[in-house]
């Protein structure tokens, strides 16, 4: 198994080697380039991934073509479209590498599988998807309650390794500002 995502495993929660062995033959292992895609738009997402190392955004582009970051996805965190993933319609969003990234590959069916299979997989991903959920209000409140530099204030504070990896306008699109009032904010604050 890949060592980074069995010590994320087994810092999470207690796996038997047999359930780690499980969770490895079902995955797949795929590396992706700087600016390659995981999901297009109009796909049906048919993976849940892990990342390894690198990163990745999802975004979905308006009908001005402008693009609006929903979450990006660093070494350690799971990605998906979730709607998309879930239902089995095809994806509102897109799923890009913004560095040179390795991901763990689970079809839905599979994901299931080990759902069913590994208890403790099962409860850890229920426990994801509630911080998930919570990350998700928190992230509406800050968008509707904060102003443009709290929520970058608040976005350093939540990614202190993440941000300075991340391009400006990618981070100007996930705050909903512009690139220019960004370039403003991290002037005064300095950061």
Known sequence: ????????????????????????????????????????????????????????????????????????????????????????????????ALEDTRVLLWSKENFELVKREVPAFHALENQLAGHYVDAQVNRLYTAISYSAEE???????????????IPLHMIASYLGVSRETLSRIRKQTGL
């Open 151 to 165: 929520r970058y204030q608040e976005f350093v504070r939540a990614f202190p390794d993440f941000y300075q990896r």
């Open 1 to 96: 198994m890949v060592e980074p995502f069995r010590n994320y495993l087994t810092s999470k929660a207690a796996f038997t080697d047999a359930e780690l062995e499980q969770l490895e033959a079902r995955a797949i292992t795929r590396k992706l380039k700087r600016r390659e895609y995981l999901l297009r738009k109009g796909d049906v997402c048919r993976y849940m991934a892990f990342v390894v190392s690198g990163s990745l955004r999802l975004y979905r582009t308006d009908e001005a073509a402008q693009e609006h970051i929903l979450r990006f996805a660093i070494e350690n965190w799971w990605i998906t479209d979730p709607e998309s993933f879930r239902i089995g319609l095809p994806a509102q969003g897109t799923i890009e």
